[in-house]
C-alpha cells in the first residue's frame, strides 16, 4: 500500500495519505536546537541533548502524542479541525491532507469546509528556536470567522525522565507567565533572586517561551489541564471547543503554551501568522517575536536560506542510474540520513528517547564516513573530536559525553566513568573504526597534512593523529586472546556478542588486519620505515592466524568463545554462518578471490531473504553460549537472526570488490526503503529512511522494520553504494572508477566534486557487463587503466568509460 511519493525535483517526500502505519518523521534543526515532527505534528523539541535539553513533551510508545498542535475553529458553526490531520483526526472523507517532509522543514496542507491551510514547520538556519508558520485562506464564498490556536507542551523539567517519573519533584518547580505576546515557562524560578552565576544544588532558573507574531493574541493559557479539560484529549481541547482559553496560567503544575488568535476572512483571502517556540527568556522572545512582523516575507526567506544550504551539501553528488530508488536515496535521502545521524548519533528519535547522553565511540566514527565526499570540512570536525575522546592506551571512550573534555575525562579504567556512564569496560572494535574512516576523509581531500595535526587524548597527553592511529594498533596488540586474535572484550561490533578477554572476535581481526593495511600506507607517506616494517610483520602473521583459525571450508566462522568454543563453525546447531565475516574478509583484503566467491555465494544462499540478509542463522534458542545475549531477543529479531541493516553495506561493497554487480544491486534493493514505497505497510517504517534491523524469515512479521533514522546503516549504505555500486574510490594520490552494476544497466550518469574539481563521469555498458572496463577516457585522452591521478585533473573534467 502506498502513503506517499517522492518528489525529488524538490527534494521532498510527500504524504497523501496521513494514517500512515508508523509515524513517518522529519528532522529540523542543528547541533545546538534539535525538533523532530512526524506527518501529523508529533514529536518534540530539545537543546542540544535529547535528554538534558528537552523542551516540548512527548509519551513514547503512546502512538504519536503530544506535538506541535495547530487548531482552526469556525466561531459560528463551531466546528473545529487540526491544520494536521491529527489529532483532531476528521474524517478523511472530507479532510484532505498533504505533508511535504523536505531538507531542514516540514510542511502540511489541509483542506476542510471551504478553509485551506499551510502550516510550516523549521528551525532557522544557525538559530535555537523553531518556527510554526500556519497560513488560511478562505475558499468559501462567505465571509469566516475563525479562532487559531497554537499548543505547545513543555517538559516540567529539561531532563525528559525527571519530567515523566520524578513527579513528586518535577510538579513544584514550574509556571508560567504571559507577557504581551508570549507565554514563558518558568523551571526553579524561585531561584531567580541568585546572581548569574549563582546555583543552588546546580539548579538555576531555566526558561522557555511559545510567542505569536502577526495578529493580535484573543486569550491564552499555560496550564495543561485547563487547556485540555478533564476527560478531554489533544483531539477535543476544552480550550479549542468553547473559543477561548480562559487566560490563565500554571503554578505547581502540569505547563503548556497555548496562544489563540481570532481572523476575520473574506473569500479568497489568505492569512498567515506563526509561532516561535525555543528556549530563553521574556526579553529574548520579545526581541525574536518583533523580527517577524512581516511573517511571510520572512518565512520565505528562511526557507529559501535552508533549501540553499541543502541543496549546496547534496548536490556534491548526484548521479542519474535506470533505477530511481537507486537516485532518491543515493541523491537525496539516504545522504539527508547520513547527515541526521552525524548531527544526533543515537540520541533522540521516537525510538531513542534521549537516554544516550553522549556519542557512542564506534557509532559516531563510523557516522563520519556516510557525510565525507558531501562535507569534508564537517568530518574533519568530528573526527578531532571523536580523536580527543581516545584514550591515551589507544582505546576509545565507549561513550563520548555532550560536555567531552578532552585531556580530562575518565576512562573505563576509573569507577568515576563507569558509574557515570555505565559503559564498565573497553570495547575491542572501538578505535579500529578511526582508521577507514580517517583513510576516507584523507583520501576524499588529498589532505594528508592532517596526519600530522597534534590532538590531545581524551584522559592525558597529546600526539599527532598519525601516533593516535599507532596506538590504536598498539590497544589492539596488547588485548589478544589465547590465539594471539583480537580478544572480544565487553563486545566487538556485535553488542551482543561478549567474548571477553580470553574470548576472540573474527570480525575484529579481519579489521585489525584491514587498520594495518591503512597505516602501512600512512607510514610509507610518512617514510616511517621501520614501522612499515613493523606493521608488515605483524599484519602477515595476523592474516596467518585468521586463515588457520577462522576458514572452514565454505566460510569464516564468527570467533571463539571464553572457553575456547568456536563460533559460526558448519556443524553448529544454531547461528552456524554468520554475514559479517563474510563480507569483511573481503573489505580487508584477506580472503583469496576463491574463499571470498565461496563465502559470498554462501551467505547468498544460506542467508539472503526477500527483505535483506540475515545477520546470522539459525537463531539462538537452546544453543547459546553464556555471552551470546542475542539469545534474549525473540527469533528474527535484531541480532538474534534479524536482518541487521547496516551489514548490508558492508556486503554490498564486498559484492561490488568482487565486481559482482548484479548480486550487490540486489542487496541495495531489498534493502532500499524506497524499494519498499508501494508496500509500505509491510516495512511501517518511512520509505525515504534506513531502519536499524527488518524482521527476519523467522519472525512471524517478517520484513517488518524497526529504529528509525539513527543508524550506522545510513552511512554504510551510503559507502557501499558510492564506493561499491559506484565505484568511486579515492585513494591518497587520485581516483579509481570501478562501477560494479546490473547487467540491465546501459548507462549511468555521475556528477561528483572532487579535492575542488568537477568530475562528470559517463559510463555505458553496451555489452551488459556487471563490471571492469574496455575504454577509459579523461578529457577525451585514453587512459591506460581507470585509476586517474589527482594531479591530471582539471577544473572541470569530463571522463568516459565504456564496460
Not at 573505563?412 to 570495547?427: K, L
Not at 573474527?506 to 579489521?511: D, E, I, Y
Request: proline share 4%; net charge negative.
Amino acid at each position: 500500500m502506498r502513503y506517499g511519493y517522492f518528489d525529488d525535483t524538490n527534494r521532498e517526500y510527500v504524504i497523501d495519505r496521513p494514517d500512515t502505519p508508523a509515524p513517518w518523521v522529519n528532522y529540523l534543526g542543528s547541533p545546538d536546537y534539535g525538533a523532530i515532527i512526524s506527518n501529523n505534528a508529533g514529536g518534540y523539541s530539545f537543546a542540544k541533548s535529547g535528554a538534558n535539553g528537552r523542551i516540548l513533551r512527548y509519551i513514547f510508545n503512546s502512538f504519536d502524542q503530544p506535538g506541535r498542535y495547530l487548531y482552526i475553529r469556525d466561531n459560528d458553526s463551531k466546528n473545529y479541525w487540526s491544520a494536521s490531520w491529527q489529532p483532531v483526526g476528521k474524517s478523511l472523507d472530507s479532510y484532505k491532507s498533504i505533508c511535504r517532509h523536505g531538507m531542514g522543514y516540514t510542511k502540511m496542507t489541509a483542506d476542510y469546509d471551504g478553509i485551506f491551510s499551510e502550516a510550516t514547520y523549521y528551525v532557522p538556519l544557525g538559530k535555537t528556536y523553531e518556527v510554526w508558520a500556519l497560513s488560511v485562506k478562505n475558499q468559501s464564498s462567505h465571509t469566516r470567522n475563525l479562532t487559531l490556536t497554537g499548543y505547545a507542551e513543555f517538559t516540567n523539567h529539561s531532563n525528559y525522565e525527571q519530567d515523566q517519573i520524578n513527579l513528586q519533584y518535577s510538579l513544584f518547580i514550574t509556571k508560567t507567565l504571559f507577557e504581551k505576546n508570549r507565554l514563558i515557562q518558568q523551571i526553579h524560578g524561585n531561584l531567580d533572586a541568585l546572581s548569574e552565576n549563582e546555583t543552588v544544588d546546580e539548579k538555576n532558573v531555566t526558561e522557555r517561551f511559545f510567542g505569536l507574531a502577526g495578529v493580535d493574541i484573543s486569550s491564552y493559557c499555560g496550564k495543561k489541564e485547563h487547556f485540555l479539560g478533564r476527560y478531554h484529549g489533544y483531539g477535543n481541547p476544552q480550550g479549542v471547543l468553547s473559543g477561548h482559553l480562559g487566560n490563565v496560567t500554571s503554578y505547581n503544575e502540569n505547563s503548556c503554551g497555548a496562544l489563540s488568535c481570532q481572523l476575520t476572512l473574506a473569500p479568497e483571502e489568505t492569512k498567515t501568522i506563526l509561532f516561535l517556540l525555543g528556549a530563553g527568556g521574556s526579553s529574548q522572545a520579545s526581541s525574536l517575536l518583533d523580527t517577524y512582523e512581516n511573517p511571510a516575507t520572512k518565512i520565505d526567506e528562511e526557507l529559501k536560506e535552508l533549501k540553499d544550504y541543502w541543496n549546496k551539501k547534496l548536490d556534491h553528488l548526484k548521479v542519474k542510474t535506470p533505477s530511481p530508488e537507486f537516485n532518491t536515496m543515493l541523491n537525496i535521502w539516504n545522504a539527508y540520513n547520513c547527515f541526521m545521524t552525524f548531527i544526533w548519533s543515537r540520541a533522540a528519535s521516537f525510538i531513542y528517547c534521549g537516554l544516550r547522553n553522549g556519542y557512542g565511540y564506534r557509532d559516531t566514527v563510523q557516522d563520519i564516513q556516510g557525510i565525507i565526499h558531501l562535507a569534508p570540512e564537517m568530518a574533519a570536525e568530528k573526527i578531532r573530536f571523536m580523536l580527543s575522546a581516545q584514550v591515551s592506551n589507544g582505546g576509545g571512550l565507549p561513550l563520548v559525553k555532550f560536555t567531552h573534555n578532552p585531556g580530562q575525562e575518565d576512562t573505563p579504567d576509573d569507577a568515576s566513568y563507569r558509574q557515570e556512564t555505565g559503559h564498565p569496560a573497553y570495547r575491542a572494535d572501538d578505535a579500529l573504526w578511526l582508521f577507514p574512516t580517517i583513510y576516507k576523509y584523507i583520501a576524499e581531500t588529498g589532505d594528508k597534512g592532517f596526519l600530522d595535526e597534534v590532538i590531545p587524548f581524551a584522559d592525558k597527553d597529546e600526539a599527532s593523529v598519525y601516533e593516535h592511529l599507532k596506538r590504536a594498533i598498539k590497544f589492539s596488540l596488547n588485548h589478544l586472546g589465547p590465539h594471539n586474535m583480537p580478544a572480544g572484550l565487553y563486545a566487538d561490533w556485535n553488542d551482543c556478542l561478549r567474548l571477553g578477554v580470553n574470548g576472540e572476535s573474527s570480525f575484529v581481526a579481519l579489521q585489525f588486519y584491514y587498520a594495518m593495511t591503512i597505516l602501512r600506507e600512512f607510514a610509507e607517506y610518512k617514510k616511517d620505515k621501520d614501522y612499515m616494517e613493523c606493521l608488515k610483520e605483524k599484519q602477515e602473521k595476523t592474516g596467518e592466524i585468521i586463515q588457520k583459525m577462522c576458514w572452514d571450508h565454505d566460510r569464516f566462522i564468527r570467533g571463539y568463545t571464553e572457553a575456547g568454543e568456536r563460533i559460526g563453525a558448519a556443524g553448529d546447531p544454531e547461528a552456524n554462518l554468520w554475514l559479517n565475516p563474510q563480507s569483511w574478509s573481503v573489505i580487508s583484503g584477506l580472503a583469496s578471490a576463491k574463499q571470498a566467491d565461496i563465502s559470498l555465494t554462501n551467505v547468498f544462499e544460506k542467508l539472503n531473504t526477500e527483505y535483506g540478509v540475515l545477520l546470522m542463522n539459525p537463531p539462538y534458542h537452546a544453543h547459546a553460549f553464556d555471552g551470546a545475549l542475542a539469545v534474549i531477543y525473540n527469533q528474527g529479531a535484531k541480532e538474534n537472526a534479524g536482518i541487521f541493516s547496516q551489514s548490508q553495506g558492508w556486503l554490498i561493497l564486498a559484492e561490488a570488490l568482487r565486481g559482482h554487480g548484479g548480486r550487490a544491486f540486489t542487496y541495495f534493493m531489498e534493502n532500499a526503503p524506497a524499494a519498499w514505497n508501494d508496500r509500505a505497510e509491510l516495512r511501517c517504517l518511512e520509505p525515504y529512511c534506513y531502519g536499524q534491523f527488518t524482521e527476519g524469515t523467522s519472525s512471524k512479521y517478517a520484513g517488518r522494520s524497526h529504529v528509525h533514522w539513527l543508524t550506522g546503516t545510513a552511512s554504510t549504505m551510503m559507502v557501499g553504494c558510492v564506493e561499491g555500486i559506484l565505484g568511486l574510490r579515492p585513494d591518497l594520490d587520485g581516483i579509481t572508477i570501478a562501477p560494479s552494476i546490473p547487467k540491465d544497466w546501459t548507462h549511468l550518469e555521475i556528477e561528483k566534486d572532487f579535492r575542488g574539481k568537477h568530475l562528470h563521469i559517463l559510463i555505458d555498458n553496451p555489452n551488459q557487463r556487471e563490471s571492469g572496463w574496455k575504454t577509459f577516457t579523461l578529457n577525451g585522452k585514453k587512459m591506460d587503466s581507470n585509476y586517474i591521478p589527482a594531479k591530471l585533473l582539471s577544473e572541470h573534467n569530463e571522463i568516459r568509460m565504456i564496460l
